[in-house]
């Protein structure tokens, strides 16, 4: 088993930075792929980042690809994401998710377990 809660969202500017961060608890955490996920009204969640549970291998969705950032602390079961140069097209909640595949992937069912996210709103 493992537990995910999100926590960092907001509201920000159009070219702000937000920084979320996803505690873990249960399973290994450094056996866990972990990934992040978001989802806009009306829209299908989908895949923003990935993270091998080694940090070694990192996926990024080609629409935030040079802005956003992965990274995990295996001491604190935290997973982060970094976003920078927010752009109104990221508002969503976004979700953490914990997976066992061998390569962090990008599809929802790579993934077994979920928070239960967190708001991001950019906006002016």
């Known amino acids: 088993q493992v537990q995910l809660v999100e926590s960092g969202g907001g509201l920000v500017q159009p070219g702000g930075s937000l920084r979320l961060s996803c505690a873990a608890s249960g399973r290994t955490f450094n056996s866990n792929n972990m990934g992040w996920f978001r989802q806009a009204p009306g829209k299908e969640r989908e895949f923003v980042a990935a993270?091998?549970?080694?940090?070694?291998?990192?996926n990024y969705a080609d629409s935030v690809k040079g802005r956003f950032t992965i990274s995990r602390d295996n001491a604190k079961n935290t997973v982060y994401l970094q976003m920078n140069s927010l752009k109104p097209e990221d508002t969503a909640v976004y979700y953490c998710a914990a997976g066992y595949s061998s390569r962090p992937g990008r599809q929802l069912n790579e993934y077994i377990y979920w928070g239960q996210g967190t708001q991001v709103t950019v906006s002016s």
């Open positions: 993270i091998r549970g080694s940090g070694d291998i990192i």
